[in-house]
């Protein structure tokens, strides 16, 4: 039902910031982590950056300092302020989020937006 469109990914160098955002068709009332997540060539998806229901952020430990996760409930829209970007950044990267723990991912991957960090 929930579909996200992400953008605002690109080519950077090393150290250089991005700005993602991701609109989301309808609205999540209930969940236990809404946020960004990431694909590089030949891995799976890991969480980069995720929101909890009370506020409470959740974030990989080599991206904390670097990435701010934010959300606007009113146009349904969610961030993603990436800085000081790295080499191992590089992937694609999607909005997603889990009902509870134990759930499966709640929405479709969909094309993401690529980020790429190269010299």
């Known amino acids: 039902q929930v579909q996200f469109v992400e953008s605002g990914g690109g080519l950077v160098q090393p150290g250089g910031s991005l700005r993602l955002s991701c609109a989301a068709s309808g609205s999540i009332f209930n969940f236990y982590i809404m946020g960004w997540y990431r694909q590089a060539p030949g891995k799976q998806h890991e969480l980069v950056a995720g929101?909890?229901?009370?506020?409470?952020?959740k974030a990989l430990d080599s991206v904390r300092g670097r990435f701010t996760v934010s959300r606007d409930s009113a146009k349904n829209m969610m961030y993603l302020q990436m800085n000081n970007l790295k080499l191992e950044d590089t992937a694609v990267y999607y909005c997603?989020?889990?009902?509870?723990?134990?759930?499966?991912?709640?929405?479709?991957w969909g094309q993401g937006t690529q980020v790429t960090v190269s010299s």
């Open positions: 997603n989020y889990k009902e509870t723990p134990a759930s499966d991912y709640g929405a479709d």
């Open positions: 929101l909890m229901t009370r506020g409470a952020v």
